[in-house]
């Protein structure tokens, strides 16, 4: 049975991808600024509600490439780690580095692109699994773990930027 489940591992994906989009009816430029500051996400995202006592830290860059945020939490839904920007072109898109300690890391981003008045926000991930046949394995599982976080954390945005 172990030896069924290591092979299998190497013939399923190296690479763990989830993404999730909405349409905000606003344009790219008042939307962005709520995803390149770090800590401008705490009034959006589909995490920090689920432990009010989370600690967060922010580094000496507010917003764009060199932000970086940590956090820290019991609750096993949120979990530590840290966040950097590592890209930002305005107003169209951002890329985060993401370090999870012990669970690994990945690279998120936000592509935002014009839609006559409206703006399609796209919400993502990917993580290279490498040959760790547990990290394969639970690639598969991934979407459905995280997809309903980052659709949640879109419609939290859309009502935030739509409200304002």
Same mark, same amino acid.
């Given at each position: 049975?172990?030896?069924?489940?290591?092979?299998?591992?190497?013939?399923?994906?190296?690479?763990?991808?989830?993404?999730?989009?909405?349409?905000?009816?606003?344009?790219?430029?008042?939307?962005?600024?709520?995803?390149?500051?770090?800590? @401008?996400?705490?009034?959006?995202?589909?995490?920090?509600?689920?432990?009010?006592?989370?600690?967060?830290?922010?580094?000496?860059?507010?917003?764009?490439?060199?932000?970086?945020?940590?956090?820290?939490?019991?609750?096993?839904?949120?979990?530590?780690?840290?966040?950097?920007?590592?890209? @930002?072109? @305005?107003?169209?898109?951002?890329?985060?580095?993401?370090?999870?300690?012990? +669970?690994?890391?990945? +690279?998120?981003?936000?592509?935002?692109?014009?839609?006559?008045?409206?703006?399609?926000?796209?919400?993502?991930?990917?993580?290279?699994?490498?040959?760790?046949?547990?990290?394969?394995?639970?690639?598969?599982? +991934?979407?459905?773990?995280? !997809?309903?976080?980052?659709?949640? !954390?879109?419609?939290?945005?859309?009502?935030?930027?739509?409200?304002?």
């Amino acid at each position: 049975m172990l030896a069924v489940f290591l092979i299998g591992a190497f013939f399923l994906p190296k690479e763990t991808s989830v993404a999730r989009s909405i349409a905000i009816d606003a344009p790219a430029e008042e939307i962005f600024p709520h995803v390149a500051n770090l800590k @401008a996400t705490e009034a959006w995202s589909p995490w920090l509600s689920r432990d009010p006592e989370v600690q967060l830290t922010y580094g000496d860059v507010a917003e764009g490439v060199g932000a970086t945020m940590t956090w820290a939490s019991d609750h096993p839904q949120v979990g530590s780690g840290n966040m950097e920007i590592v890209e @930002a072109t @305005a107003p169209s898109h951002l890329k985060t580095a993401l370090d999870f300690g012990d +669970m690994g890391t990945a +690279m998120a981003y936000f592509d935002l692109v014009a839609q006559g008045d409206a703006t399609q926000v796209t919400w993502g991930f990917t993580s290279d699994n490498g040959n760790n046949p547990m990290l394969r394995w639970m690639g598969l599982m +991934m979407d459905g773990w995280v !997809g309903p976080d980052y659709q949640k !954390g879109l419609e939290n945005l859309k009502n935030l930027v739509e409200g304002a």
